[in-house]
């Protein structure tokens, strides 16, 4: 049998991987604790859940328009005038089985063979991949924690060529936790209007998860909102990660073409999820607002306990929940049986010895650094941590 080339260019996610490599521990009888998925461990709010059982109730069992129902693309809307300012009409939304695929329709409606893609390091693992699935280049600009794991507007001009088709970035950042300012976009921004033809994609999923301030929108700018992709969704912000919706908002061309796309992969999404979905982002934002209280609990508790263990250097996240830590000063111990050469070295360490899971920096364009999620419960945490302190120590 001779499978399609195209496999041939892209790459598992890592953290799937590491989840897989976890679940099969388990299945062994060790209890791993899994810092590795961005899943929120929290249940979806009540009021959420009961639209969906209203919405089976009602028959809503159908098959659903292609960008979604038109309340849901409404409501969408709403959400965007209430929490980010920004005028947006039905025609410029699309809904899909999750960010990753209003991610993937957005990339495959723009990129072209040899068409370059400006993704600042470090990066959610997908976005490379979607960009050599669609035969793209991928141009990385390095970033570091200095600098808050944000490039400047020098940085963008100088990785701009006449190739240059999209940018693509998140605010907050997966993995980094980078959240950018008002001040920060608008000088990413005066850089653009320089170069009409870049679409910039912008990825907004961890919006309500954010520690410093007002999530701040790339889309606000509005003599360049026509070029703006934003892609966002229900997983982090409202624990709905299973119920797979996410949404872009676009021009009326760039939404057409998306929804082209998603016509022949999967027509319209979930019609129960979409009926929960108007709840979700029209109504009390007070349990979405509970768990970032939450997290942010537990990013004091990661980063108290981060700063006890030597040879470990991280910055606090501004948002998301991740801390992406350099450990390269690891490199080259050993235990007197594996030596670290790399962090996925690092992490199948951690797994192995510690029997926690994290994800490691190659997967997210840096390879000095780690994923660890701080989305499980306290006690998991202080645990994980514990147990990493032991193995590390282990290390000569």
Known sequence: M??????????????????????????????VIDLSLGEPDFDTPQHIKDAAVKAIQDN??????VPGFLDLREAVCTKLKRDNGLDY????????????????????????????????????????????????????????ARDGFKITPQQLEAAITPH???????????????????????????????????????????????????????AQFEDIRDRVVIINGLSKGFAMTGWRLGYIAASPEI????????????????????KAAVTALTTDLRPTEEMVEEFARRRKRVLELVSEIPGIECSAPDGAFYIFPDISAWYGKSDGQT?????????????????????????????????????????????????IKVALAKLK
Request: charged share 20%; hydrophobic share 40%; proline share 4%.
């Open 2 to 31: 001779q499978l399609s080339s195209l496999l041939q260019r892209f790459n598992e996610p890592e953290t799937l991987k590491m989840a897989k490599l976890g679940r099969e521990l388990r299945a062994k009888g060790v209890d």
């Open 60 to 65: 809503w069992s159908h098959y659903t328009p």
């Open 89 to 144: 009409k039905p025609e410029n939304i699309v809904v899909s089985t999750g960010a990753k695929q209003s991610l993937a329709n957005a990339i495959l409606a723009l990129v072209d063979e040899n068409d370059e893609v400006i993704i600042p390091t470090p990066y959610w693992v997908t976005y490379s991949e979607l960009v050599k699935i669609a035969r793209g280049r991928v141009v990385e600009i390095k970033t570091a």
């Open 164 to 218: 240059t088709n999209v940018f693509l970035f998140s605010s907050p950042c997966n993995p980094s936790g980078a959240v950018y300012t008002r001040e920060e976009l608008e000088g990413l921004v005066n850089v653009f209007r320089k170069y009409p033809n870049i679409t910039i994609l912008s990825d907004e999923i961890y919006e309500y998860i954010n520690f410093v301030g007002k999530h701040e929108s790339i």
């Open 255 to 274: 939404a057409k073409a998306c929804e082209k796309l998603q016509g022949q992969f999967t027509s319209g999404t979930c019609s129960i999820t979409q």
């Open 339 to 387: 030596v670290i050469h790399t962090s996925g070295d690092f992490c199948m360490y951690l797994l192995n010895t510690a029997h926690v899971s994290s994800v490691m920096g190659e997967a997210f364009g840096d390879p000095q650094c780690v994923r660890f999620s701080f989305a499980n419960s306290m006690e998991k945490i202080e645990e994980a941590w514990s147990r």
